[in-house]
Each structure stands twice: as structure tokens, then as C-alpha cells.
């Protein structure tokens, strides 16, 4: 595991922190790695995973000197910093577990692209949120240009991508971009944590493989995904317990 990123689990939640704070937790290659390998480590023993950035900064997306670096020794080369970039962003879509994001200071460039690819997140009340690479000629190359109207829609994603233009905390709630807005982001974790690791494990799976999955299909077809997915588990081992415990519930929010 890279010294860029810290991998630890406390009980039945994993903790992987970006540990690169003199830098503000730029991406590099090795970052990217050890991202995939704590997810790819920790989601068969946890029920859930927070990512979090060292001296309060989240990610400021990625460190330019490896990429001018990568970039002066050929395509081939430069290409190890997306693809290591994608490989971890797939391993977030790909565990078991719900990964949370909880960003304080800055979620920018390929930063913010890491952000809107975990499952929920949890931002601090002067976090703030931008895809800057427009306002240096560059492009995105986190899976901004796809993600980003998959989550928000066309216009708000072209406006985005387009001027560079930051968001804060609560801007980024109203977009749907952000789950929770905090003064207190330890608290509002700890509360979190305690809603996203009750229940079934093996239902909030499957729920994550549909949301998931269901946005890279037409509605039928989806809505065909998730109606033989709630079949198999109803009429699964844990069928009878959940229908059960759905049945004699207390209302509660």
C-alpha cells in the first residue's frame, strides 16, 4: 500500500484517508493505486467506507509536476495517470459497500471528479466544489465530461465544464451533488454511519448494484434489472427476516 494513502478499519467502517496534505492531496498515479487497493482491501470486512483528505483538504485534483513529467516521456506513459485514475474510481463503483466522500476545503478538478464518483457525500460548510480545468485549457480526464451530466443533467454539467465555475457547499446540495451539508462533519458522520450500517448488508448491495447499474440503461430495461433483483431476494435465504421485519416496523424516519 502506497505512504500516499492510509487504509485502516474500525470496526465495521473503513477509514482511507488521501495522504498527501503538503500537497493538498494531489492525485498521482501511486495515490490512485492506493485508493483501489484500500477500497479492493477493505469492502469484504466493512459495511461501509469513508474517504477523506489529509490537513483539511480533500483533493486538489492532479499533481501537475507528475503529469508534466508522465507527458514529456510519451502517450503511453501520460495515459498511467487516467487509467490509474479510472481503476480506482471503478473500484469505488464496484465494492459492495457504500463509500462516502467527506470533503472539507477544496473537492477541485480531478478532486471533485473523486467526490461525485462515491456513493454519498458529506461536505463541510465551507467545502466548495469546481472543475477547473477549463480555466487552464485543459480538459477533463476523471470522467467529468460523462459523470457529471449523469448526475446533474446537461446544462448544469456543460456550465460546469464549460466556465470552471466553483460551487459552494450548499450550492452543490441543491444540485444533488452533495447528500449532506455540516458545521460539525464528525458528527454528521458519525450519525450517518450509524443510518448507512444498520439493516441488511447483502440488500444495500444489491440496492447500490441497481442505482448504479440502472444509470447506464433505458428505464425499462432497468426497471426489468431491479424487479428480478428484488425477486431473487425476496425469495432468498434473507426474504422471510426482511419481509418480516417490514412488517412488525415501528414508523420512524
Not at 477493505?42 to 483528505?53: H, K, M, Q, S
Not at 457504500?98 to 464518483?117: D, I, R
Amino acid at each position: 500500500m502506497s505512504d500516499e494513502v492510509l487504509v485502516r478499519a474500525d470496526g465495521r467502517v473503513g477509514h482511507i484517508t488521501l495522504n498527501r496534505p503538503e500537497a493538498k492531496n494531489a492525485i498521482t498515479v501511486e495515490l490512485s493505486h492506493g485508493l483501489a487497493a484500500g477500497v479492493r482491501e477493505l469492502e469484504a470486512d466493512v459495511d461501509v467506507i469513508v474517504v477523506r483528505g489529509a490537513g483539511g483538504t480533500f483533493c486538489a485534483g492532479g499533481d501537475v509536476a507528475q503529469l508534466d513529467a508522465l507527458r514529456a516521456k510519451g502517450r503511453t506513459d501520460l495515459a498511467t495517470m487516467f487509467t490509474a485514475f479510472r481503476d480506482a474510481r471503478a473500484a469505488i463503483a464496484r465494492a459492495e459497500v457504500p463509500v462516502v466522500a467527506v470533503v472539507e476545503g477544496h473537492a477541485v478538478a480531478g478532486g471533485f471528479e473523486l467526490a461525485c464518483s462515491c456513493d454519498l457525500v458529506l461536505a463541510a460548510e465551507s467545502a466548495t466544489f469546481a472543475d477547473i480545468h477549463s480555466r487552464f485549457g485543459q480538459i477533463p480526464g476523471g470522467g467529468g465530461t460523462q459523470l457529471l451530466s449523469r448526475l446533474v443533467g446537461r446544462a448544469r454539467a456543460s456550465a460546469l465544464v464549460l466556465t470552471g465555475d466553483a460551487l459552494t457547499a450548499r450550492q452543490a446540495q441543491e444540485w444533488g451533488l452533495v447528500y449532506e451539508v455540516a458545521e460539525d462533519v464528525d458528527a454528521a458522520l458519525a450519525a450517518l454511519l450509524k443510518r448507512l450500517t444498520r439493516g441488511s448488508r447483502a440488500a444495500r448491495a444489491q440496492s447500490k448494484r441497481l442505482i448504479r447499474g440502472g444509470l447506464e440503461l433505458p428505464l425499462d430495461d432497468a426497471l426489468d434489472l431491479e424487479l428480478e433483483a428484488v425477486l431473487d431476494h425476496i425469495m432468498g435465504d434473507a426474504g422471510a427476516a426482511a419481509v418480516d421485519a417490514f412488517s412488525n416496523r415501528k414508523d420512524s424516519a
